[in-house]
């Protein structure tokens, strides 16, 4: 295996950028030119090509700002980024690990495994599937626009503490623990995220069909609370990178759509009377933290712009497609949003440890389809989506390779995975009573 490295690290709106790598064409897009992977497989050249473009407009007229620092004109390589239908990073935080804990070390790896098993992964799909490498960690004021000062910065110095004994506990006598690389991991995994956002927005400047951004990362994000850590959580990675959509691109109007068996009250909190971020929860009734309630819909400029959908234990396939196509599509299409971000909790799945729902990789793969069609229709195709929870490893790596294949517009393999032996039957009267109070709370 061969590898070509190119010698520039360019910046786009002040941040530096990082490489990107498939297993054909690799090289530059943005404002900027790409620090290049190019790996070969059995071959003792791949020719780059490059040329310039125009960045001239967005397709579907939502307002996308180009930055002071952002020239005009982009270098791409051979149609890298126009060919593209998936872009990906991981950040497995692999020294943020405590044993026998469900939210492990292993989580990111067994779904990389699994992208190259089921044949999704750049390897096996050249230009179609780009995974980003090295790419820069969030910064504090990136941070700092969700989550409070005093907080990042007390957490920066217990990785002292973390180093003398280990591990600690940094959620009280909660879940939530910290090692000595908790805290640059955590910024590293919240940079993902903005590295998807810039680059999602780029390729949708170029044509109306750019690629999905998918990052594979932990620790999670949904729980971390504006003045702390939850419920595994310790950044807010989808808040951090709202934000950043909003301040660095113009992105005024921001959905997120968080499909965690668990409510994402760290995200609802910090956008709770926020009048143009759209949060939409569907999560499991009375389980963990116990927040999410129907009736909660936001407050002040931001009433309205918060939807919980509390489903009973037991809520599968069905509820969630009637949720679909009932509450999460009119809804989108009721706000309008400039780009969708999508907290993509895994921990539904009826094998799922900590959790009683019983979705299925059909139903991650019904959701995944289901939204891409939104964001194309709403916001020109631009969408990121966020690892959050999935604690069973065969059925996250297989639900999320199932998700990839959405994103691809190819068939699902559920079946390969999914025994309709371990499931029950819905508890169809209560999904329907739920759907109907959110439809009529939110008019919709």
Sequence with gaps: MEQLLAPSLPVLGGRMLPSLRHYFVVGSHHSFSWRSILQT???????????????????????????????????????????????????????????????????????????????????????????????????????????????????????SRASDEGLILIEGSGPTYA??????????????????????????????NPPLGFALIRPPGHHAVPEGPMGFCVFGNIAVAARYAQHQHGLKRVMIIDFDVHHGNGTCDAFYDDPDIFFLSTHQLGSYPGTGKIHQVGQGDGEGTTLNLPLPGGAGDYAMRCAFDEVIAPSAQRFKPDIILVSAGYDAHALD??????????????????????????????????????????????????TFRAFLDEPSLAEQFDDPAMLFEEPTRKIKEAIENAKSIHSL
């Design 41 to 159: 497989y059995g071959r003792k050249e791949n020719q780059i090509r490059s040329w310039s473009a125009q960045c001239s407009g967005n397709y579907d007229g939502a307002s996308v700002s180009d930055e002071i620092n952002a020239p005009k004109k982009l270098t791409l390589p051979d149609n890298s980024l126009l060919d593209a239908r998936i872009l990906y990073c991981t950040s497995p935080a692999l020294g943020h690990h405590k044993d026998a804990h469900p939210e492990s070390n292993k989580r990111v790896p067994a779904i990389v495994e699994a992208l190259d098993k089921l044949e999704v992964s750049p390897k096996h799909r050249g230009s179609q599937v780009l995974e980003i490498q090295n790419f820069e960690p969030a910064s504090v004021d990136d941070v700092a626009r969700v989550h409070s000062r005093s907080y990042i910065t007390g957490l920066k110095k217990t990785m």
């Design 353 to 402: 440890p900590l959790a009683g729902l019983q979705f299925t990789t059909g139903t991650f793969y019904m959701l995944s389809s289901g939204i891409k069609q939104l964001a194309k229709e709403l916001c020109g195709g631009r969408c990121v989506f966020f690892l959050e929870g999935g604690y069973n490893l065969q059925t996250l790596s297989s639900s999320v390779a199932d």
């Design 179 to 208: 090692t000595e690389t908790t805290f640059k991991e955590s910024l590293l995994s919240a940079g993902a995220g903005i590295t998807l956002v810039d680059s999602v927005v780029a390729a949708s400047k170029l044509g109306p």
